[in-house]
Nanobody, 121 residues
């Protein structure tokens, strides 16, 4: 059974850093994986994606601040630097591209439960 479990969320001051981790099990190899952000009262939106081949892409709002990576065990990471209050919200790990734009939440088959990030000014 596929499982995705996020960790690493918490509170940080603006300008600070956090690193999110998504541990997975039973995922196929070489698949797209992504991180999504959902602010309170807003829709979930993609912030970063990494393809099975290691190509990355980022939302403009996090480019040059966040870095997505994964290891051979399909553990996904999101290094978040220079955090801003607008980065506050739930962060979800997603995997297995089924079609669409990488930043659409309908694009992925598997999801974690999310981890909360709170950034104070």
């Amino acid at each position: 059974q596929v499982q995705l479990v996020e960790s690493g969320g918490g509170s940080a001051q603006a300008g600070g850093s956090l690193k999110l981790t998504c541990t997975t099990s039973s995922l196929p190899e070489n698949i797209h994986m992504a991180w999504f952000h959902q602010a309170q009262g807003k829709e979930r939106e993609g912030v970063a994606v990494i393809t099975g081949g290691g190509v990355t892409n980022y939302a403009d709002t996090v480019k040059d601040r966040f870095t997505i990576s994964k290891d051979n065990a399909n553990t996904l990471y999101l290094q978040m630097n220079n955090l801003k209050p607008e980065d506050t919200g739930m962060y979800y790990c997603a995997a297995y591209f089924i079609g669409g734009r990488w930043y659409w939440d309908t694009t992925y088959k598997y999801w974690g439960q999310g981890t909360q990030v709170t950034v104070s000014s």
